[in-house]
């Protein structure tokens, strides 16, 4: 079996679950080896319980590591008394997959060895993001995998020890994130432009409401859809997002939070999909699903986007500029065959290189390196 472990402060949920509960659940659908191992879950992504592990107590353990440093000799053993629900089911051949949690796999490490099964270390982000730099020098993993060759660069500089590296992006479910059917003309009188993701600043939705400011003045007549809120599940609110809606130019909508299929829906009926990110993106998931949706991206130049650029599909501006942004955007905008054309490239790309398909066959490729025999 695989096992899949989430952070300890993740659910196992469509509705309040991060990223790595997506992709892990996306991953489950095709490999019905794979079970996750959580604090807490729901029936959101629809799999058995059998294929759920919980251990409530992981929960508590966030709180904890949050508030105060734990040595080691008190930390290791604390998981291991945790984690003993799973480390009762290990069997030879069977994989411990943790994602970005090397404390979870410094301290699995030795049971893991000695129950004859594996461990892969999956990083979602940066090291310094995710650990103590000392923390891994305490254990190795049979393969560490990085979600891009930005974070894997970055982690190599941080721990240049690491061995049995490898890259895999993420993916998208292309039975939800696919253009609009054959034979249809998207009509929109004024043409929008989507953005999906967190209300955080360094998402940067602040620059392209600024970006759209420029184009009201310069009289573009473009609509922009802001859809998602400060947290996974839309129940808080912050200063920053209350800011972004007292200072909207009114050619920006706001939409609030929205589930995965309203998400595909918002992407097909949009002409452009930005992401104005000013910070380092570990991946990017966006960009991806709207190229799957067969819609031209604009996004900065950060992190690990411009991997996902490289067979086009995304037209790339500076972070921070919302000036080149406004001109990206104008371009596209009146421009109906570029934005045509940009977003064909995206589609083919996605369809060559992000579906949770190809995706579960580069995990595949991992294990048969491993020589594991996963039951």
């Keep these: 079996m695989i096992y899949s472990v989430l952070p300890e402060r993740e659910p196992f949920s469509a509705y309040s679950g991060g990223a790595i509960s997506r992709d892990v659940a996306n991953l489950m659908r095709i490999d019905p080896r794979r079970i996750v191992v959580c604090h807490s879950a729901d029936d959101t992504w629809g799999f058995s319980p059998d294929r759920i592990l919980v251990i409530p107590e992981l929960y508590r353990y966030g709180g904890i590591k949050g508030r105060k440093f734990l040595p080691w000799l008190i930390h290791g053993p604390l998981l291991r008394y945790m984690f003993r629900p799973l480390i009762s089911r290990l069997g030879a ?119 759209m400011r420029l184009l009201q003045e310069r009289k573009v007549n473009v609509l922009c859809k802001v859809v998602g809120a400060p947290f996974f599940g839309g129940s808080k609110v912050t200063d920053y997002a209350e800011r972004l809606l007292k200072s909207r130019p009114s050619n920006v909508e706001f939409q609030g939070f929205r589930i995965q299929t309203e998400i595909a829906e918002e992407y097909r009926a949009a002409d452009i999909y930005c992401c104005p990110s000013i910070w380092q993106e570990p991946f990017g998931n966006v960009n991806i699903e709207a190229m799957g949706c067969g819609i031209p991206v604009v996004a900065t130049r950060v992190g690990g986007i411009p991997e996902i650029a490289a067979e086009g599909g995304i037209v790339l501006v500076e972070p921070n500029s919302a000036v080149e942004m406004a001109d990206a955007l104008q371009k596209l905008v009146e421009d109906g065959k570029l934005r045509a054309d940009i977003g064909m490239k995206g589609l083919r790309s996605f369809q060559r290189n992000f579906t949770w398909t190809v995706i579960n066959g580069q995990c595949q490729e991992v294990l048969n390196r491993m020589k594991t025999d996963v039951g």
């Design 93 to 211: 051949g069977d994989v411990v997959w943790c994602h970005s949690q090397p404390y979870f796999a410094a301290a699995l490490r030795r049971p893991i060895i000695l129950k004859r099964a594996k461990l892969i270390c999956h990083y979602h982000n940066t090291l310094s993001c995710v650990g103590r730099r000392s923390i891994y020098r305490r254990f190795s993993a049979d393969a560490v995998i990085f979600v891009s060759d930005f974070v894997r660069k970055d982690a190599l500089s941080l721990v240049p020890t690491l061995s049995n590296t490898t890259v895999i992006y993420n993916g998208a479910d292309d039975t939800l994130f696919h253009p609009v059917s054959a034979g249809y003309v998207r009509v929109n009188p004024i043409p929008k432009i989507l953005y999906v993701g967190r209300l955080n600043p360094v998402k940067g939705v602040h620059v392209l409401l600024e970006a």
